[in-house]
């Protein structure tokens, strides 16, 4: 059996795949840093927050994890349909990710925040600070750069995921995969070209994320420790 | 300096402030009672040492000084503030009364100096100028000038433990609480922190130091307490040790030294 590989599709849809890598990276960029947000507000609601705040951050934490994205995004865009909220796909997916992402952070954030000595709380309360400048000021950032990697693999996590958006008609890369490959039939090579591409933007999205490391945590550039 | 004997000292009997009162303090963690009614007055300028074996309640006793713990009878007062009523403001007692811990706790993803700054900038708000001058300033008080720049995990323990007795000097204390600090401390590294605590203890800080350091607690003392099951045992100067009026001080002291 021999088959002839075709990558002639290249040439002639090289710009829509462009777009679809430009539509892949725009919701990616601007999910992380709400999401990371988002996530770290539940995790602090849920940890410290008063009883009611616990209650909704499990809640939502819970419905999210256990859920398929792609119910949610329907969810989501046919739900504000419903209450005649009109936004674009680009828009609804980003919030679908936002939300998304969030319930998983919360949970990593969660974790950060626990694996931080008692001690550091004890001796941060002890010098009069409050318990928001003890949270904020303290806690956080090393609850931060200990779960970092665990974040990383989760914003890479989300935007491959980004891949289920043209089911909202928002064509990122893998909608435009499937168009290319409705019109030529090469679906074999599409999708070769196409996890190649999604290999380059997750090391692309790695590098970013560690960059964005050695700014946030001066003690890790100065003492070269690795993440 | 003189050093009162508690026990059947009068309260005139010294002209000086007195920073801390206990007066019958209880404490029970659940069904086990920790402290079981302790009397005791810490007056300013006196270095306070509390020994003891482990579980005697000392450093219970220590936290309860700055509300690491409640306490659930009799009354503890600390810089005029009653602790044993209720809605007392916690933060405004730790801006007076600073404490040292066995295991530093400094903030390790903070330099040396940030660690010294973080309080007086958040707390007492001083601008950044002013702050960098007082974390050089206390800083090279416990010999540390050079290594303002330093994370805590490029500082040996000893260095370690005497960047947070400067993070404490920082919030100017009008009282430092030592929780056992040189226990995780080897007997080189130990000698560097304890020298540090003399150089305070010559300079007029009022102190209150839980410590199993014997040959130190009997020079550093003005007072010294011996506390047992619970209870004020003993006390009285650094001498107590010479010459215990106990069998459970004596044995103590026997195994101490």
């Known amino acids: ?227 | 300096m003189d050093a009162t004997l508690i026990a059947d000292a009068p309260a005139a009997a010294t002209d000086r402030e007195t920073m801390v009162r206990f007066e019958d303090v209880r404490k029970a963690f659940g069904t086990v009672e920790v402290l079981r009614g302790i009397s005791l007055e810490v007056h300013r300028g006196d270095v306070t040492v509390l020994i003891g074996r482990s579980g005697s309640g000392k450093s219970t006793a220590l936290r309860c000084i700055n509300g690491l713990e409640t306490i659930n009878g009799g009354r503890l007062t600390v810089c005029g503030r009653k602790l044993h009523e209720p809605g007392v403001d916690l933060r405004a007692l730790r801006q007076e009364v600073g404490i040292v811990f066995q295991s530093y706790n400094l903030f390790p993803h903070l330099t040396a100096a940030q660690n010294v700054m973080l309080a007086p900038r958040k707390v007492k708000r001083i601008g950044i100028r002013e702050a960098r001058e007082l974390a050089r300033e206390v800083l090279a008080q416990v010999g540390l000038a050079d290594k303002a720049e330093a994370y805590p995990e490029q500082l040996s323990g000893g260095q370690q433990q005497r960047v947070a007795i400067a993070r404490s000097l920082a919030m100017h204390p009008r009282l430092i609480l030592f929780d056992e600090v040189t226990s995780a401390l080897d007997p080189e590294l130990t000698g560097e922190v304890l020298r540090v605590i003399e150089r305070l203890a010559q300079g007029g800080m009022t102190m209150v130091l839980v410590t199993h350091e014997m040959g130190f607690a009997r020079s550093v003392a003005d007072q010294l307490v011996f506390m047992h099951q619970g209870t004020v045992w003993e006390a009285g100067s650094g001498d107590i040790l010479r010459d215990p009026q106990t069998p459970e001080l004596r044995q103590f002291v026997g195994n101490g030294l």
């Open chain 1, 1 to 227: 059996m021999s088959y002839e590989f075709d990558f002639a599709f290249l040439d002639e849809y090289g710009p829509e795949l462009l777009r679809g890598v430009w539509l892949t990276l725009g919701m990616t960029a601007a999910s992380v840093l709400p999401g990371f947000l988002l996530g770290t507000l539940c995790a602090v609601g849920r940890l410290y927050g008063p009883p009611w705040v616990r209650r909704v951050a499990i809640v939502y934490v819970e419905a999210i994890r256990n859920t398929p994205l792609v119910i949610q995004v329907f969810w989501l865009f046919f739900g504000l349909a419903v209450l005649q909220v009109r936004i674009g796909a680009f828009p609804a997916a980003v919030l679908a990710l936002v939300i998304n992402v969030g319930a998983y952070t919360a949970e990593i954030m969660r974790a950060g925040f626990e694996s931080i000595p008692k001690g550091q709380v004890e001796a941060a309360s002890c010098l009069a600070l409050t318990r928001s400048q003890v949270i904020w000021g303290v806690q956080l950032p090393q609850a931060v750069e200990r779960v970092y990697p665990a974040l990383v693999s989760q914003f890479v996590l989300m935007m491959l995921a980004t891949s289920i958006m043209s089911q909202i008609s928002a064509e990122e890369l893998t909608g435009v995969a499937y168009q290319i490959q409705a019109f030529t039939f090469r679906g074999f090579e599409v999708y070769l070209v196409i996890a190649g591409i999604y290999v380059a933007l997750a090391a692309a999205l790695r590098l970013v994320l560690l960059g964005c490391a050695t700014v946030a945590f001066p003690r890790r550039r100065r003492l070269g420790t690795p993440l």
